[in-house]
């Protein structure tokens, strides 16, 4: 009997991503999601979160959602076609809709299985894509499996995405797609060339806006709302994970568009709907954002300040203007260093590597909640100064 295994070839390859500071390890945390986190039995400041309202925690969700698995169960027992949709699905789709303004949603799993059944619903190898280079791994993966032509215009560039709608020679459908903020440079998407350009050009926009719901507009509907151009956008996801403070994902739209997916988007027709007690969580969070709105105001003029603070201190920020401030450093050995350097201090601020970011565009990504005071910001802003003295950023 031979002693090798065709997986033989994995530990060299593990190995190489050892070398070249690459290879990620999961981290076990201790308890809920909140402002701090003990890693290694220290507790430390934590801006690795995207729980940007501090609700994944909050005590409202967790007794709505005890309250809804006494009267739901655990578990959904089938995809939503077979006999998975409850009624409580259906009022948190229909809550979704009302907080998003549309006709209708749909709920997924996740915000990636939304992407990853939407866009291959709408688009096939005789349509065309337009993609902006920073899309989050789920949009390239759904264009992808779509199998329709993807043309990837230069990140944020509306210019260039003018360009390639020119040169396209696409007779079939065209589908504009991006993050409206992104979620590794915290920067907008140029919503309002792109919503002339889906019109000129009578094109389908899908804008997936995980980082921005319930953080961005003066509902908290995400950066559409707040660019005014939320009449222009076809196709919206969202995610309840993130400011919503739970898990699963969303589209919304009209009617049918959502009657479509119901039929067409294989992520949602075959997996099993997700608990009815986790949906639940999704309504108590969506009538928090609406009124406590002191949540993302507060927490967007606190981004506002450490952004300012941080760039004064030398730091390079990018073009953020949101709650994600990433500290561009590069070389991945560098960053590991500093996330090091940081945890010694108190302090868990993620190294973002590929895959990421491009190799060489390593970075340290600060997510900014609701939950962070002042006092631990001034802190945070103190410590990256020394820092800064002692090393050069
Ligand atoms: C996090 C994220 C997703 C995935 O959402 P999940 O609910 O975490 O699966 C999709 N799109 C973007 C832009 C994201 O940042």
Not at 45 to 55: C, I, S, T, V
Not at 74 to 101: C, K, N, Y
Not at 109 to 127: C, E, K, Q, W
Not at 133 to 146: P, V, Y
Request: net charge neutral; charged share 20%; proline share 4%.
């Amino acid at each position: 009997m031979s002693d090798t295994s065709p997986l033989d070839w994995l530990s060299g390859a593990l190995r190489q991503w050892d070398a070249r500071h690459l290879r990620r390890k999961l981290r076990v945390r201790n308890g809920p999601q909140q402002p701090t986190i003990v890693f290694g039995g220290k507790t430390l400041a934590h801006f690795g979160a995207n729980d940007y309202l501090n609700l994944a925690n909050d005590s409202r969700i967790v007794q709505a959602v005890q309250t809804a698995m006494t009267r739901h169960g655990w578990g959904s027992g089938a995809s939503p076609l077979i006999s998975g949709h409850t009624e409580q699905h259906a009022e948190v789709a229909e809550a979704v809709a009302r907080f998003e303004q549309c006709d209708a949603a749909l709920l997924f799993s996740s915000g990636f299985a939304a992407n990853a059944g939407t866009i291959p619903a709408l688009v096939g190898r005789d349509d065309a894509i337009f993609a902006d280079q920073k899309n989050h791994a789920s949009l390239i993966d759904g264009c992808r499996l779509s199998g329709a032509p993807i043309s990837v215009y230069r990140h944020g560039d509306a210019e260039h995405l003018e360009l390639l709608l020119q040169r396209s020679n696409c007779n079939g459908k065209r589908l504009i797609v991006t993050d409206s903020l992104f979620s590794m440079d915290g920067d907008f998407a140029p919503l309002q060339q792109i919503a002339q350009l889906r019109e000129r050009f009578n094109c389908m926009l899908l804008i997936d806006e995980a980082h921005a719901t319930g953080v961005f507009g003066a509902s908290g509907r995400g950066v559409a709302e707040r660019m005014g151009v939320e009449s222009s956008i076809d196709i919206k996801i969202g995610t309840l994970s993130k400011a919503l403070g739970g898990c699963g994902g969303f589209v919304c739209g009209q009617q049918s568009l959502i009657d479509w997916l119901i039929n067409r988007a294989r992520s949602y027709v075959f997996s099993t709907s997700p608990p009815a007690a986790g949906i639940a969580a999704t309504a108590t969070a969506l009538e928090i954002v609406r009124q406590e709105p002191q949540r993302r105001k507060l927490l967007l003029e606190r981004a506002t300040a450490l952004r300012d603070a941080l760039r004064a201190l030398g730091f390079k920020t990018g073009e953020t203007e949101s709650q994600i401030i990433p500290l561009r450093i590069g070389p991945a050995d560098r960053v590991m260093e500093i996330t090091q350097q940081l945890l010694e201090a108190g302090f868990f601020v993620p190294a973002i590597r590929p895959p990421s970011v491009p190799e060489q565009e390593c970075l340290l990504r600060i997510s900014l909640t609701y939950g962070h005071n002042e006092t631990t910001i001034a802190r945070l802003i103190d410590t990256l100064g020394r820092f800064t003295t002692a090393h050069g950023a």
